[in-house]
């Protein structure tokens, strides 16, 4: 099977987006992001040395991409976003458009549970999602999420041989599993500390309601919202602490 090139560049919000004096330059969140994948293990959260939170939506892109990014927006927030492949068709022009103003990660083509495919499936889930979504961006992919938070060591082991960091999260909104708009936004409220990472999805209509008021209320307490590249240059974890959130072994059979 033919692997993807080595991946040296990240999917990050191009030069032209609006950028705080603030945020780390590009060469340094690739180097971030580059550190915690060279262990070959899940990460969780950042570390704590500021308050900065990625929020990370999965699932895209779709017909709330656009509204997502139009909030961040108004409050200079950036975000992550973890697409399927099988949605480029359709949707090649957001994913597009999202790589010039966020993140952009690869959450496989068809959004299968990982540890059930054998390893040669699961990298081709990846590798194929990550080569359509470097084609239509022109931007490769650095970043991945398993569907179901759910990888192998296999996988781990290819994607560290990739230099793919495996993004996982320290808060989930349950969006997912059926919470509704207020417990979505009671629940991302809770998890929001500095280097926190929360879990989201684009395609539902509650989350986008809860994401409306969770902006504005991460303003009013002093946090801002930034990519994964830019959270781990901002507040880089001790890799003590992310092999040891790695050894939990949720997520990662």
Known sequence: MALIPALVLLALPAAAAARPATMPAEAQQ??????????GL????????GKYVAL???DGPGPYTPKVLKELRKY?????FFVNGKNFGRWSDTLRRTSREASVGDHTWSHPYLPKLPTSRQISEVSRSARASSAI?????????PPYGSSTTGLNAWLKQQGILNVLWSTDSRDSLGAD?????RLSKAGTRPGAIILLHENRGQTYWAVNRLLPWLKKKGYTAVTVPELLALNPPALSDV??????GVGFR
């Not at 690739?30 to 262990?39: D, F, G, S």
């Not at 990460?43 to 040395?49: F, T, W």
């Open 137 to 145: 961006t022109d931007r490769r992919v650095q970043l991945f999420r």
């Open 30 to 39: 690739q180097e971030a992001v580059a550190r915690v994948a060279a262990l």
């Open 56 to 58: 990370t939506f999965d």
């Open 243 to 248: 092999r040891r959130r790695a050894g939990s």
């Open 76 to 80: 200079g927030f950036r975000a992550t």
């Open 42 to 49: 899940p990460l969780y959260e950042a570390g704590r040395q």
């Open 181 to 185: 708009r207020q417990e979505i936004l």
